[in-house]
């Protein structure tokens, strides 16, 4: 078989792994699943409402983004009980783009973000989630958690009132709220947080939020207050169209484009590994996770809806009410769907102010205090590293919090990497051979052992404490113990190599590892040491051969810095 036709037979077989399968639906328990299915349905309700009126987008656009992406990824994404939706941190990301490109830029950057997403997933990328710190993800959830609660509050307040940042946003709320206070809308808020958060205490499988919008529509029919109310739903869904593209502000909806495919695939792949840590036997493809959320962001946008990602709420609603397969979130999407052809009517009763503390209740909720509270406690770096990237997600953008969450947490490990690299006179094995020791110090012959990282953020040090030896002949380096070595780490290497050997101190070198020749060999180290016989490959060869060269020079007096 030729080279073409394996490459060729690999790419179908990869594709076919990003495809669905009939071991997809194996696994389903309709009994289970339809339950599982209703409960978050029922759940979703008022959430996709909610983060479609707070998107800029309108309610119907969230019902029909979780209808349509909650099929797409049930069917094609990589987890089995994953539900996928309209979410607080899409909606983040989406209110300005909204205000600078209008509707239709939300759409091309939906369709932009999905062919994103898909070549992701093909790309194999799904891996590199792990490589996100815990102190990040929980500062990104927190500063998620604050915009959501500061965009209600003009809907809680009855105000009406806009601004770009979510802060002056609020703050211009609450000035126009003293001005002019309404307090039914803020009873009603405050009521619809109370009955959530308790009832999420108290019967945690029950759709508490679903119930408290219901009691607030009920309870301001008693009152003369409908001007702050959501839209009407249309009662059937618009068909398939493409958004009237804005051709000239492509290359502007490019990079908001990337940040939301970023934030879906973030926030998906956070979701499939927290249902899996949830579920009994559950492993998510992260490959075919990526595909299947581009795929439900290229079909959202066609039926009106907005750019979607997992939901780790309502996933682990479903995974609590005992799904097993893909059927439950299918069901979800078919009971939402079913709401907006029966009941599409009497969503238009539902108030602004009930919808604004359901979303307050969650954005409580996306809050482990117990995790929080640990990971404030656990070193000085996560803590730095949890605050800058919640301050930078409330003050800048998710995208850029997570990329400067992302540069502390590598300034901080790289720090404790060198503080970890140490430079030791070691004797010859790890037993007390202290005469023998004496015996070379007396030939003006020392041995040093390297542990740890040489690399650029401790290599210096390495250099400012071995230029120092004094009154010596020999320098013996013990590398075996390297664990990684770069070019800068090499460059200081050789530099302190020539220090010595300018002080008439000759080095020598042993126990250096395979994979670590290259780079030395590159910047000449290896290739000079090698010449001159320098290099051994244990470090009593080393020493023979330091005694032999010390005893040579034997008449010469020690070298005095």
Do not use: K
């Not at 709320?173 to 001005?179: C, E």
């Not at 492509?250 to 934030?263: Q, S």
């Amino acid at each position: 078989m030729s080279a073409a036709a394996q490459a060729a037979g690999a790419a179908l077989a990869r594709t076919g792994r990003l495809l669905p399968r009939r071991s997809d639906w194996t696994a389903a328990r309709p009994a289970r699943d339809l339950t599982a299915g209703l409960m978050v349905g029922l759940v979703a309700l008022p959430l996709a409402l909610g983060f479609g009126v707070s998107s800029g987008m309108g309610a119907a656009a969230g019902l029909v983004t979780a209808i349509v992406a909650g099929a797409v990824a049930a069917v094609f994404g990589g987890s089995r009980v994953q539900v996928s939706g309209p979410t607080g941190a899409m909606t983040v990301v989406l209110v300005p783009i909204i205000a600078t490109h209008g509707p239709d830029g939300v759409l091309v950057v939906g369709l932009l973000a999905g062919l994103i997403l898909v070549g992701l997933g093909a790309a194999g990328a799904g891996r590199f989630i792990r490589y996100v710190p815990v102190p990040v993800v929980e500062g990104f959830t927190v500063g998620i958690a604050a915009i959501i609660a500061l965009q209600q509050v003009p809907a809680a307040l009855g105000t009406d009132v806009h601004a770009e940042r979510v802060l002056v946003l609020a703050a211009r709320a609450a000035r126009a709220w003293a001005d002019d206070p309404h307090w039914v809308p803020l009873g009603i808020a405050a009521g619809v947080v109370v009955v959530v958060l308790l009832s999420a205490r108290v019967v945690p499988l029950l759709p508490g939020s679903l119930a408290a919008v219901v009691l607030a529509t009920l309870a301001t029919s008693a009152f003369d207050w409908d001007a702050a109310t959501i839209g009407h739903i249309p009662a059937s869904l618009p068909g398939p169209s493409l958004p009237d593209v804005p051709w000239a502000d492509l290359d502007a909806l490019l990079l908001p484009a990337v940040a939301v495919a970023a934030l879906a695939a973030l926030e998906s792949l956070l979701s499939a590994t927290v249902a899996d840590g949830m579920s009994v036997g559950q492993r998510h493809d992260s490959d075919r996770e990526l595909v299947g959320q581009g795929l439900a962001n290229l079909a959202a946008p066609l039926f009106g809806g907005i750019p979607a990602t997992a939901a780790i709420a309502r996933t682990a609603v479903n995974v609590r009410s005992g799904a097993a397969s893909r059927l439950a979130a299918l069901t979800h999407a078919v009971l939402l769907l079913a709401v907006v052809l029966v009941a599409a009517r009497w969503v238009g009763d539902i108030p602004r102010a009930a919808l604004a503390g359901v979303l307050v209740a969650t954005a409580v909720q996306m809050v482990r205090v117990s995790s929080l509270a640990a990971l404030l406690r656990s070193t000085r770096g996560d803590a730095v590293v949890l605050a800058v990237t919640a301050a930078a997600t409330i003050v800048v953008d998710l995208v850029t919090a997570v990329l400067v969450g992302l540069v502390v947490a590598g300034f901080f490990a790289l720090r404790e990497a060198a503080r970890s690299a140490r430079l030791e006179e070691m004797p010859l094995d790890e037993a007390d051979h202290g005469d023998e020791e004496r015996s070379l110090l007396d030939e003006h012959i020392v041995a040093y052992r390297l542990d740890g990282p040489l690399f650029f953020a401790a290599a210096h040090d390495f250099l400012l404490e071995l230029t120092d030896v004094t009154r010596v002949r020999v320098v013996i380096l013990r590398m075996s113990r390297v664990t990684a070595i770069d070019a800068t780490g090499a460059h200081v290497l050789a530099d302190t190599i020539s220090r010595l050997e300018h002080r008439h101190v000759t080095v020598l070198l042993s126990g250096v590892q395979q994979h670590h020749e290259q780079v030395l060999r590159e910047l000449g180290v290896y290739g000079r040491l090698a010449h001159e016989r320098h290099l051994f490959d244990t470090t009593p060869e080393a020493i023979a051969h330091a005694r032999v060269h010390a005893a040579r020079i034997e008449h010469e007096p020690a070298p005095v810095t």
